[in-house]
T-cell receptor, first 114, second 115 residues
Framework: KQEVTQIPAALSVPEGENLVLNCSFT??????LQWFRQDPGKGLTSLLL?????REQTSGRLNASLDKSSGRSTLYIAASQPGDSATYLC?????????????FGKGTMLLVSP | EAQVTQNPRYLITVTGKKLTVTCSQN?????MSWYRQDPGLGLRQIYY???????DKGDVPEGYKVSRKEKRNFPLILESPSPNQTSLYFC??????????????FGNGTRLTVT
C-alpha cells in the first residue's frame, strides 16, 4: 500500500530564508507527484506537478525535485515571504484497481515570520 | 473563471438526517472525486468518478453515496449521517484523457458537523 510521509510536520522560519520541504513515498511505481498549498479554511491549490519521467519543475520561487527510485521529492522555496505561510501537501498518483488514485501526505505547516 | 464549486460551505446537522453536499465544475473535467480531511489523518478519498455514470469507491466509502448523472456535477450524499462523519470535505476534478498528468483542482471545502 502506498504511503506518503512529509517531514517536518511544522516549520517556522524568518522572512527571507530559503527552505526545503520533504516528501517521501513507499512505492516508486508512481505516475506523477503533485505539490499543493492549503490556506486555513480553504481548498488546495496546485503548485507544481512532476511527471514520473521528470526530475524537477520550477515555478517562480518554487522548485520541486523528484527522485523516483529513492521515493523522495523536495519542494524548495527561495527567499520566503510571510505570504508563503500555509500548509504544503504532496500527493502521488499511482495505479489502483485498474484506475489511478492520489495518495496524500499529511502536510507541512509553514510559518514565515516578518 | 475555471473553478470547482461546493455548497454549502458550512453545515450543522443531526444524526440520521439525510443530507447532500453539491459539487460542480465548469472545466469540462471527466474525473471528479470526494475527499475528507481530518486532523492527524490527512486527506482520504471517499469516492471518485472517471466519467458520467462511472463511479467507484475510494479508501473510506462507508456511509456515503455519490452519483454522476451529468459531467459537471458530482454530489455527495449522506443517507444517515453519524458524528464520525464530522469532517472537512473537498471535491476535486481533473481531465481524464491523461489523468495521470492532469493537475487536480479543488473546491473550497464543506465543513460538516454532525451532532
Amino acid at each position: 500500500k502506498q504511503e506518503v510521509t512529509q517531514i517536518p510536520a511544522a516549520l517556522s522560519v524568518p522572512e527571507g530564508e530559503n527552505l526545503v520541504l520533504n516528501c517521501s513515498f513507499t512505492d516508486s511505481a508512481i505516475y506523477n507527484l503533485q505539490w499543493f498549498r492549503q490556506d486555513p479554511g480553504k481548498g488546495l491549490t496546485s503548485l507544481l506537478l512532476i511527471q514520473s519521467s521528470q526530475r524537477e519543475q520550477t515555478s517562480g520561487r518554487l522548485n520541486a525535485s523528484l527522485d523516483k527510485s529513492s521515493g523522495r521529492s523536495t519542494l524548495y522555496i527561495a527567499a520566503s515571504q510571510p505570504g508563503d505561510s500555509a500548509t504544503y501537501l504532496c500527493a502521488v498518483r499511482h495505479a489502483l484497481s485498474g484506475y489511478s488514485t492520489l495518495t496524500f501526505g499529511k502536510g507541512t505547516m509553514l510559518l514565515v515570520s516578518p | 473563471e475555471a473553478q470547482v464549486t461546493q455548497n454549502p460551505r458550512y453545515l450543522i446537522t443531526v444524526t440520521g438526517k439525510k443530507l447532500t453536499v453539491t459539487c460542480s465544475q465548469n472545466m469540462n473535467h471527466e474525473y471528479m472525486s470526494w475527499y475528507r480531511q481530518d486532523p492527524g489523518l490527512g486527506l482520504r478519498q471517499i469516492y471518485y468518478s472517471m466519467n458520467v455514470e462511472v463511479t467507484d469507491k475510494g479508501d473510506v466509502p462507508e456511509g456515503y453515496k455519490v452519483s454522476r448523472k451529468e459531467k459537471r456535477n458530482f454530489p455527495l450524499i449522506l443517507e444517515s449521517p453519524s458524528p464520525n462523519q464530522t469532517s472537512l470535505y473537498f471535491c476535486a476534478s481533473s481531465f481524464r484523457d491523461t489523468p495521470i498528468n492532469s493537475p487536480l483542482h479543488f473546491g473550497n471545502g464543506t465543513r460538516l458537523t454532525v451532532t
